[in-house]
């Protein structure tokens, strides 16, 4: 109980987080198809159109490692105290959020940049507040 009164804020930031990447690369491996269609649509103009199978696979990959770590972080500091895998999610949470960030700005989706930034604050609080 005491783990997870002194880690109140990074517990609910994790579990944020969990839910944010775990459930995106759920909905991307049950919808392959239908995410990939509507990727294809939304970079067809920009350099990036012949990428968008590499690209999705790609960050597909980030967000189910980073929504994992991040479980593994919420367990480990509930039952151990140690934040570890935590800081690791969190990190790899700020890198696949700046990825997706990178994509819609290139792809001039102003709107969907500023709700990636909206995403990347609690994880990069989380970051800060997990540095060892």
Not at 18 to 34: A, H, V, Y
Not at 88 to 117: E, H, N
Request: with cysteine; charged share 10%.
């Amino acid at each position: 109980m005491e783990n997870i009164l002194n880690n109140t804020t990074a517990l609910l930031i994790l579990l944020f987080l969990i839910i944010t990447f775990l459930q995106s690369g759920i909905d991307k491996i049950i919808d392959w198809k239908g995410n990939l269609g509507w990727l294809k649509g939304h970079f067809k103009d920009t350099p990036l159109k012949n990428l968008v199978p590499l690209l999705l696979a790609t960050i597909l990959l980030m967000e189910v490692i980073a929504g994992a770590l991040c479980a593994l972080g919420l367990y480990q500091l509930i039952f151990i105290g140690e934040g570890t895998f935590a800081f690791y999610g969190a990190i790899l949470s700020c890198i696949a959020l700046l990825m997706l960030l990178f994509g819609q700005r290139v792809a001039k989706d102003y709107d969907g940049a500023r709700t990636i930034a909206i995403y990347f604050i609690p994880a990069i609080f989380l970051v800060y507040l997990l540095q060892p």
